[in-house]
């Protein structure tokens, strides 16, 4: 792939910190999401969780997790949510990957399989701050078909809300691949994002061909640059 790290390093600033920080949900109200989506939980059933984005690398944010590819069939990924917490700021928003529902479709990624007893509330509870945090996301029950072979099961997902003022929708590849090559936030550059996600992809053995294409413009956007000044973050408009 021709993004790569060392590309991006030498074109991106490692991480740029917010002028004010972005607003992000309270304690209080991420633990009560939570608890009405544990409650529709049979007895004694495992706790799955599916990622299709960076929990799909970030297994330690899932403690104790077993993690195995895996398709949530009816879903599909897309960068639709603009990102202002993490792989850009509120200045210069990024974008980050959500699902939304597809008939037909079927979207690639991890299912964990959540430790059980005492050390499940600590699993879920650490991958719920990383991605509830930042509001945009509705948790939902959905299937999760192993790629591996055996039965579906119901596992936690995080779809994205077209209701919430960062989601974006669908703007024209070009104008997505523009944002993701000059975004950074405090978790580094968008274009790393992007890239950490094609390639869990391809090593799960089920690339997804709409990040390849946009990995293939950002890398054009990048090589493109002279020396190592930076793309002048451009701000998503749908």
């Known amino acids: 792939m021709r993004l790569t790290a060392d590309l991006i390093e030498s074109r991106l600033p490692p991480r740029r910190e917010p002028r004010m920080p972005a607003p992000t949900l309270d304690e209080a109200t991420m633990r009560a999401a939570l608890d009405r989506i544990l409650a529709d939980r049979p007895p004694g059933e495992r706790l799955h969780l599916f990622s299709y984005g960076a929990l799909m690398w ?3 944010s899932v403690p104790g997790a077993e993690a195995a590819p895996a398709d949530a069939p009816g879903f599909a990924r897309s960068f639709c949510l603009r990102d202002i917490h993490n792989r850009g700021v509120p200045e210069a928003p990024g974008l980050t990957l959500g699902i939304r529902a597809a008939p037909g479709a079927r979207c690639g990624g991890v299912l964990y399989t959540l430790p059980e007893g005492r050390r499940e509330e600590r699993a879920i509870w650490s991958a719920w701050q990383q991605e509830m945090s930042p509001g945009f996301y509705t948790p939902v029950w959905l299937a999760a078909l192993p790629q591996l072979g055996g039965r579906a099961v119901r596992a936690i997902g995080f779809v994205a809300n077209p209701s919430h003022p960062l989601y974006a929708g669908d703007a024209p590849e ?5 944002v993701l090559a000059g975004a950074v936030g405090p978790q580094g ?3 790393e994002y992007l890239r950490r996600a094609t390639e869990s992809l391809r090593e799960g053995g089920v690339p997804d ?8 413009r950002v890398a054009d ?3 493109g640059m002279v020396g190592a000044t930076g ?3 451009v701000t998503l408009r749908v």
């Open 231 to 233: 793309i002048e973050p």
């Open 58 to 60: 970030d297994s330690a």
């Open 174 to 178: 070009e104008q997505q691949a523009t």
């Open 189 to 191: 550059p968008d274009a």
């Open 209 to 216: 061909p709409l990040l390849e294409r946009l990995a293939d």
């Open 221 to 223: 956007r990048l090589e």
